[in-house]
């Protein structure tokens, strides 16, 4: 089975320490009712990187390997403070929807008689997070620029420390009794934002409840231990009553029990849970090209003034389809184009004859709307029209040139073990990010060809 580098997890509770984790969780688990299967074991030994579940014996698919009841899981409704939350909910919203479960959390953290203590023994020491959020700005703008990663963090951080203080803070404040004056404090609420991050889960709505507002984050004692894989070997159900782990595939005795976060390309995990998974592990691994790139190389390929004004007129034509946006991004994958309708109607827009835009454009949008043969799998690109083709690899090309690096120097890096081992762990892992990016980039290079072009 694929291994990845993953966050590194220290066993250790906020304040002192068990000095058997393990046994005080499991414990806690037997007296809140979190029922684990005897042919499973909580362990730091055989688990990619610190505390994961290891199979003590050979597991089939479908066999369940713990149960959670709902009141074994911590959130703003089970916590001790929960009634308080649920009065205050109105002055509590914020743009991330996170506000009561972070509030939740630092009370419990230091309320000397949390019944989450033994839980608590088993997060990661918080002041060593490895998200992305926490390296020096420069460090990060360094070895991530061009992912996408270091404009997610600086959002990020902006709406953690107007989320901070404009909310959370003036809330500790009216409740001094409830927050200790140690818990009021900006580091350590960043320092939560990324633990919810990266260790809580969302139950997914229902298909009648599409129109609700997504379920608030919960934290899942014994469900959060797992570590992530895309191709992993179990999931998480949801009951009624209780959350459910359950195997997806046989797992051979020793072998280490992998959840899934989602389809996360290397660039989600590592901003959202501090890991990656290295090339080629990671089949859901994207490359963005920003939307904006493409009207960029559609206006280097104008000649006068006019057919600039046109390619503008055309954007605007894309924005009022809601098909473009400024920070919109086309997202490619290994094998498909994840947003293949915007793509495929941008170029269209973009690189169809005048006289068929202003028919278009009169029609307002409604005309031949009519899908292209087939859909836009990666193996058909090399079947668009070639003023596509050409389009497309003008903004590849411009798209690869935001990156510090090109794809050989990455390469050479990666091929050699002795130089590559000697590289810091964020080093690796954005190596990790950048090359994977590059390598889909690069293949649509190769199927975009239209004439001879260097590739840088």
């Known amino acids: 089975m694929a291994t990845q580098t993953k966050r590194p997890r220290v066993a250790g509770p906020v304040d002192g320490g068990d000095p058997d984790p393990v046994a005080g969780f499991l414990n806690w688990c ?31 698919a479908g066999e369940l390997l713990f149960v959670v009841p709902r009141a074994a899981l911590l959130s703003q409704h089970t916590c001790s403070i929960g009634g308080l939350l649920e ?48 390296w020096p700005e420069e460090e990060r703008r360094c070895l991530l620029q061009g992912t996408g990663v270091p404009e997610a963090v600086e959002k990020d951080l902006a709406n953690i420390r107007s989320e901070y ?55 899942v004692p014994a469900a959060d231990i797992l570590n992530h894989l895309a191709n992993h070997n179990a999931n998480l159900e949801y009951s009624a009553n209780c959350l459910r782990m359950v195997a997806t595939q ?3 005795k020793g072998h280490e029990i992998f959840n899934t976060y989602g389809q996360m390309a290397n660039w989600q995990l590592i901003h959202m849970y501090g890991f990656v998974e290295p090339y080629p592990d990671n089949t859901d691994d994207t490359a963005d090209i920003q939307m904006v790139t493409v009207r960029e190389a559609a206006l280097q390929g104008t000649k006068t003034e006019a057919e600039r004004l046109l390619a503008y007129e055309r954007w605007d034509f894309l924005c ?23 793509l495929i109607t941008t170029l269209k827009v973009l690189c169809m004859p005048a006289e068929e835009f202003r028919e278009l454009k009169d029609q ?7 899908r292209e043969e087939g859909s836009l799998t990666i193996t058909n690109i090399p079947k668009l029209k070639a003023s596509w083709r050409q389009l497309l690899r003008n903004s590849v090309l411009l798209t690869l040139q935001t990156y510090a690096t090109d794809l050989k120097t990455d390469q050479d890096l990666l091929s050699n073990k002795e130089v590559y081992a000697q590289l810091s762990w964020r080093e690796q892992q954005a190596l990790q990010v950048r090359y994977g990016q590059k390598m889909i980039l690069h293949q649509l290079l190769e199927l975009t060809q239209v004439g001879s072009f260097p590739v840088p």
């Open 250 to 252: 046989p797992i051979p």
């Open 30 to 60: 037997r007296r809140v009712g979190l029922e684990l299967s005897p042919k499973v074991a909580v362990s730091r030994q055989g688990t990619v990187a610190g505390y994961g579940m290891v199979a003590r014996e050979s597991v089939q």
């Open 320 to 342: 009022k389809l809601e098909m473009v946006g400024e920070e919109g991004a086309f997202v490619i994958g290994r094998e498909e184009v994840l947003t293949e309708e915007e």
């Open 87 to 134: 009065r205050e909910r109105g002055a509590l919203q914020s743009q991330s929807g996170w506000v009561p479960l972070l509030l939740a959390l630092l009370h419990e953290l230091q309320a000397p008689a949390s019944r989450w203590r033994p839980y608590f023994a088993l997060w990661p020491e918080l002041g060593r997070l490895e998200h992305p959020m926490f």
């Open 364 to 370: 307002d949008g409604g005309g031949d709307n009519k």
């Open 165 to 219: 203080h404009s909310i959370v803070l003036p809330f500790m404040e009216a409740h001094p009794d409830l927050f200790s004056l140690r818990v009021r404090s900006l580091e350590l609420y960043h320092q939560l934002v990324a633990l919810v991050m990266a260790y809580s889960f969302q139950e997914p709505l229902e298909e009648e409840e599409d129109e609700k507002e997504p379920n608030s984050p919960v934290m």
